[in-house]
């Protein structure tokens, strides 16, 4: 069966610092992968989204940034964090080349101090 | 504005009655999709509904699409306490498999 990990869980940051976040899917190959952002209380926003390694399409201009180095693992980057940057971050996969649901991650809480 | 947008933005009800949760959406699709999210946690994925289905079940869930109307509608019969979450419709939108649209979701609160 498939499983995907996210971690930390999370992280409180200051503003300036450095971000990676990570998420691996395990159990399937070639998925299609996801980054959302979600503020507190608020619905999903889809920040990047990958096909296929080094295939990274950005859906929101911002401070951050993706990168899928291997087939099954999906990084969130930022350089310097800035307060607005703070959320709650999901990776979800999904099987690519077709309409199918997507399997979300446990999700990391990031706050910008 | 949002491709999805869910009302009510919140719910409250009893255990035992039902719960309804409606989504409209503005650019045609492939599908329209829901999902749960429990405080603090990822999301579920509930149930799927395809452009060319009208209503769909599954479990206490029953599920409506109108196209022409672009909204969809989402039934919790005879709720629980622990039906409460979020729920969140998501639209693939026609020519695009690769990502969803969330909708800004549906708080439900069902007491005791």
């Known amino acids: 069966s498939q499983t995907i990990h996210q971690w930390p869980a999370t992280l409180v940051q200051p503003v300036g610092s450095p971000l990676s976040l990570e998420c691996t899917v395990e159990g399937t190959s070639n998925p299609n992968l996801y980054w959302y952002r979600q503020a507190a209380g608020r619905g999903l926003q889809l920040l990047f989204y990958s096909v296929g390694i080094g295939q990274i399409s950005s859906e929101v201009p911002q401070n951050l940034s993706a990168s899928r180095p291997q087939d099954r693992q999906f990084i969130l980057s930022s350089k310097k964090l800035l307060l607005s940057d703070s959320g709650f971050y999901l990776c979800a996969w999904k099987p690519a080349g077709g309409s199918y649901e997507q399997y979300f991650g446990p999700g990391t809480r990031l706050t910008v101090t | 504005s949002q491709q999805g947008e869910e009302d009510p933005q919140a719910l409250s009800i009893q255990e035992g009655e039902n719960a309804t949760m409606n989504c409209s959406y503005k650019?045609?699709?492939?599908?329209l999709q829901w999902y749960r999210q429990n405080s603090g946690r990822g999301l579920v994925h509930l149930i799927l509904i395809r452009s060319n289905e009208r209503e769909k079940h599954s479990g206490r869930l029953r599920v409506t699409l109108d196209t022409s109307k672009k909204s969809s509608s989402l039934l919790i019969t005879a709720s629980r306490a622990a039906d409460t979450a979020s729920y969140f419709c998501a639209t693939e939108i026609v020519y695009n498999t690769d990502k969803l649209i969330f909708g800004t979701g549906t708080r439900l609160q069902v007491f005791p």
């Open positions: 650019t045609s699709i492939n599908n």
